[in-house]
Nanobody, 113 residues
């Protein structure tokens, strides 16, 4: 499974960005898709996950601001990020879990205060 993330960039605090991750395999073959992030000097952390059944799980620090969604026809998983804060600045990675865990290359999100 190959993953390609896109949509990062520079945005002012309070603004929005939408990340998209293209998945090389059928989403129906994947147990869960997720977005993670890693800020400089910090460990990678889970942001949002959507499982095969459509159940979503969010980190507390993004609840009410970020929304994860998937498009089964396009084999993509998106992350809509609203009300961005400076502390959301990080490299964002998408991942896919089957019998293994796959990671895509990250996309940089920078939020200026």
């Amino acid at each position: 499974v190959q993953l390609q993330a896109s949509g990062g960039g520079l945005v002012q605090a309070g603004g929005s960005l939408r990340l998209s991750c293209a998945v090389s395999a059928s989403i129906f073959s994947i147990n869960a898709l997720g977005w993670y992030r890693q800020a400089p000097g910090k460990q990678r952390e889970m942001v949002a996950i959507i499982d095969y059944g459509g159940h979503r799980d969010y980190a507390d620090f993004v609840k009410g601001r970020f929304t994860i969604s998937r498009d089964n026809a396009k084999n993509t998983v998106d992350l809509q990020m609203d009300s961005l804060k400076a502390e959301d600045t990080a490299v964002y990675y998408c991942n896919a879990i089957t019998s293994r865990t796959y990671w895509g290359k990250g996309t940089q999100v920078t939020v200026s205060s």
